[in-house]
């Protein structure tokens, strides 16, 4: 069976840290495919605790403090 979250380390995937989400839990930033189809430019592949997710960066951003909701 192959590894997923290795693979992706080794081809650079970027992990995750806690720190990144200011202690929120990862089902805050995960990806809801806004557009209906998850290519709305917002999703990115990261590493947490070694599991693959799908990102939405607009929600880890607004998580972190760094995006207000006029944009």
């Not at 995750?16 to 290519?39: F, H, M, P, Q």
């Not at 880890?60 to 909701?69: I, M, R, S, V």
């Amino acid at each position: 069976m192959v590894d997923i979250a290795a693979a992706m380390a080794k081809r650079g995937f970027k992990e995750l840290t806690d720190e990144e989400l200011c202690d929120n839990d990862i089902s805050v930033v995960k990806c809801r495919a806004c557009s209906g189809y998850g290519n709305c430019g917002y999703k990115t592949f990261r590493l947490y605790k070694g599991k693959p997710y799908s990102v939405c960066n607009l929600r880890l951003k607004k998580a972190q403090g760094l995006e207000t909701d006029e944009g």
